[in-house]
């Protein structure tokens, strides 16, 4: 059972650059997340999708867009990349009810 | 509104020793409560959590947390630290009145098990 994958787990882009995040689940959940992590900053969401075909803005969308493909895929596109994108991003999901959640392993992202 | 906190960015232990990582929260309602652990270059993994019952939460690798609703503190407890439990933790909340979706997470606290 793979849980939550996300691709890539690295990447370096130069200012200006497009890019997606790619996020799957395979456990059925309603709910997926995507938050970054910054040192001292703990995770700030920036999008989240409570259903398929719903999304909706968290903390700190600026800069970001998202697509909810399905139940299982939820990307992340930053359109035009800025060096204060330099972050860890993560994906999360959660089953419905009182559930916690699973999140993937992270994707490290560079801007120059 | 929803928030936690943990007022230590640090906690330093022996091994062997018990350990406790705070955590402080405010719901207008009655919250959820989760503890998750982040190993090095890892994601979250869940550990516990509170959503009704008995006030003291058994979860995984032998840590257990208590909910004090008078004092709105979900404490992170272990009776004897090892040095592979050094980690970030990060304590989260959520008020689950009008279905809302979305936990918030405290900023983690670095646990270090000195040997």
């Known amino acids: 059972n793979a849980g939550v994958t996300q691709t890539p787990k690295f990447q370096v882009l130069k200012t200006g650059q497009s890019m997606t995040l790619q996020c799957a689940q395979d456990m059925n959940h309603n709910s997926m997340y995507w938050y970054r992590q910054d040192p001292g900053m703990g995770l700030r969401l920036i999008y989240y999708?409570?259903?398929?075909?719903?999304?909706d803005k968290g903390e700190v969308p600026n800069g970001y867009n998202v697509s909810r493909l399905n139940k299982r895929e939820f990307s992340l596109r930053l359109e035009s990349a800025a060096p204060s994108q330099t972050s860890v991003y993560f994906c999360a999901s959660r089953e419905q009810g009182a559930g916690e959640l699973f999140f993937g392993e992270g994707s490290r992202l560079t801007v120059l | 509104a929803q928030s936690v906190a943990q007022p230590e960015d640090q906690v330093n232990v022996a091994e062997g020793n018990p350990l406790t990582v705070k955590c402080t929260y405010s719901?207008?309602?009655?919250?959820?409560l989760f503890w998750y652990v982040q190993y090095p270059n890892r994601g979250l993994q869940f550990l516990l959590k509170y959503i009704t019952g008995d006030n003291l939460v058994k979860g995984s690798y032998g840590f257990e947390a208590e909910f004090n609703k008078s004092q709105t503190s979900f404490h992170l407890k272990k009776p004897s630290a090892l040095v592979s439990d050094s980690a970030l933790y990060f304590c989260?909340?959520?008020?689950?009145?009008?279905?809302?979706?979305?936990?918030?997470f405290g900023r983690g606290t670095s646990l270090i098990v000195h040997p």
């Open positions: 999708s409570a259903s398929e075909g719903t999304t």
């Open positions: 989260a909340v959520r008020d689950p009145r009008g279905g809302s979706y979305i936990p918030t």
């Open positions: 719901v207008s309602g009655n919250p959820y």
